[in-house]
């Protein structure tokens, strides 16, 4: 680590006094990282209320230009109050950094959610993008224009509320047509006025908004390509294409946010009213499992009807029922299982060919990306294949069982819901006192195996949280396991590989996130994502457990055993 980053480091206390205030903070863990600041959860001393504290070391703010920006951030921010709006408690300084304290949103960004999920259902979409029109409307009403709505700007509370955030670049319409001239945005969400140098105002943010609504229903951006100077030639001249998955009132809608004339662009209020929010399933709340599965939409109609009547949800003005869940492009999920695989050999290989004669480097907290760590991971587990299965607990205190038969069963963390998955494949849902006969031996053996679990392993993982949404929850279940002479090898649904060692220390892999999560012995959570390592290497315990990923996962693939020295000659 530089010398600089470990000053930032040191400059930055453990117990942080605000004296206008006559307060002090906590500093506890990292939680992220962006532009000139750094992240950590902190703690009001006094009430114990945890907050999220921006801190941007003053060393970096060298020029005017920076110094001017951070005041105008502070002076948009401090002056909003909203439900989707991230809040903002207060702001000060001392002698090396200056602090602003906000709303701690734990479930990170609607960005982690899109690189887990890709594409989402039409219901999410519709449940997120009210909540993020309402904010927005909201600015607009206040007469702020954000400039960089993005989904790493959408924050996520625990209810999976949407908080809108960051606001470095945002500006205030000082006078009735008052067109801004500054270029500014993030390639895929920029409009094309800005682009052109033309002026711009509140329609940038309606252009951005359509840019979100495509990303979260089709799993990429519109404009996308391969260079920025490609994508911003697709923004001049309006050129994307809308999957024929879409359907019609979504299809209108992003149409009519992304215009190339901004004059042309609806207003918030306008798209509030739009019939993409009235043709198909509103739902009330969403659990916390759609982060990282899509939820059941069997289940959605029921939550929908305490909002909208039956007639409504049953049916579309196309004539067609609302979209049901299935495996991204159409793949089986065997045949998704073994993409995610190969594209994490395929990471792998990468990594440890770049760091192989440069691994003796330890990873700091500061290098490491708390947002990429795993949501769902093995905590317990029990072998009992000689007789019936393998039983685990996911971090949740869900429990699944992996018969000898190669069905699953995975009961959720609030002890009612069941899910079986059939030797085939399919997902049927039951609950601990609604089930098939035929079915009895397994929720027995589910039941033992949750027992056992409680009275004699080791208790870890976050306490159940029962909430309504509950029911919705479609959580990652396991895949594929082995044995080896060294460890335990758990492949879950959700593309996470994780090896727990004889050492008790383990690492979850995660090709989506494109990272690695390292468990140490006193259940410590280090994640870093590759590029990072790629970066600055890693020491010669991760390397390994890197490289003994690898061969086994070489092995599940029944891939030639190639270590990444060779695949780099």
Avoid at 71 to 85: C, M, P, Y
Avoid at 247 to 267: C, F, G, H, N, T
Avoid at 476 to 489: E, G, K, M, N, Y
Wanted: hydrophobic fraction near 35%; include cysteine; aromatic fraction near 8%.
């Amino acid at each position: 680590m530089s010398s600089n980053a470990e000053n930032d480091k040191k400059s930055i206390p453990d117990i942080i006094i605000d004296k206008t205030r006559n307060c002090s903070y906590q500093r506890l863990r990292f939680f992220g990282k962006g532009g000139f600041a750094k992240c950590y959860e902190i703690q009001h001393t006094g009430t114990k209320e945890v907050f999220a504290g921006k801190i941007v070391p003053k060393s970096m703010m060298t020029k005017s230009s920076h110094k001017e920006k951070m005041a105008q951030e502070i002076s948009i921010h401090r002056s909003l109050s909203h439900n989707h709006v991230v809040g903002f408690h207060s702001f000060f300084e001392d002698v090396s950094n200056i602090y602003i304290v906000l709303e701690l949103c734990k479930r990170r960004s609607m960005m982690e959610l899109h690189k887990r999920r890709k594409a989402i259902t039409e219901p999410e979409t519709r449940f997120f993008m009210h909540q993020i029109l309402e904010g927005v409307r909201y600015l607009h009403n206040n007469r702020i224009i954000h400039r960089d709505l993005k989904l790493g700007n959408l924050f996520l509370n625990d209810e999976l509320h949407v908080k809108i955030g960051d606001f470095g670049l945002a500006a205030r319409i000082e006078f009735e047509g008052e067109r801004k001239q500054t270029v500014c945005g993030t390639p895929n969400y920029i409009a094309p006025e800005i682009l052109t140098r033309k002026g711009h105002s509140l329609e940038v943010d309606i252009w951005s908004l359509g840019c979100i609504m495509y990303t979260l229903l089709a799993g990429k951006p519109p404009f996308e390509t391969s260079s920025l100077k490609d994508t911003y030639k697709r923004i001049k001249e309006c050129e994307y294409r809308i999957p024929s998955s879409l359907r019609k009132p979504a299809v209108e809608m992003i149409v009519m946010q992304l215009q190339e004339d901004p004059l042309k662009r609806p207003s918030v209020d306008k798209l509030l009213q739009h019939q993409f929010f009235t043709s198909g399933i509103m739902p009330a709340a969403l659990p916390l499992s759609c982060l990282t599965t899509a939820p059941r939409t069997d289940q959605l109609e029921k939550l929908a009807l305490q909002r909208r009547p039956l007639h409504q949800i049953n049916s579309n003005d196309d004539g067609r029922c609302d979209e049901k869940f299935s495996v991204p492009n159409g793949l089986t999920e065997s045949q998704s299982n073994r993409q995610h695989l190969l594209s994490l050999r395929q990471q792998l290989v990468k990594l440890l060919c770049s760091k192989r004669k440069n691994r003796l480097q330890v990873l700091t907290d500061e290098l490491s990306d708390p947002a990429a760590q795993p949501l769902v991971w093995i905590s317990k587990w029990v072998d009992y294949s000689d007789k019936y299965g393998f039983g685990y607990q996911l971090c949740d205190e869900s429990v699944g069982v992996m018969f000898n038969d190669t069905s699953k069963i995975v009961m959720l963390a609030n002890g009612v819901n069941v899910h079986f998955i059939t030797r085939e494949g399919q997902e049927i849902y039951l609950t601990m006192d609604d089930y098939p006969p035929e079915l009895v031996k397994k929720m027995k053996l589910l039941s033992y195996f949750r027992r056992y679990m409680s009275d004699y392993l080791m208790k870890t993982g976050a306490s159940a949280v029962v909430r309504e949404s509950d029911g919705l929850s479609r959580l990652p279940h396991l895949h594929q396991w082995f044995r080896s002479t060294l460890a335990v090898i758990m492949y879950l649904t959700n593309g996470a590989l994780q090896i727990n060692f004889q050492d008790h220390t383990k690492i979850i892999l995660c090709p989506l996130m494109q990272a690695v999560t390292y468990i140490d012995v006193e259940k410590n959570f280090r994640t870093f994502r590759f590029s990072t390592i790629e970066k600055y290497g890693c020491d010669e315990k991760l390397f390994n457990n890197l490289e003994y990923a690898l061969e086994k996962l070489n092995s599940v693939l029944g891939m030639p055993a190639v270590t990444p020295m060779m695949s780099c000659s």
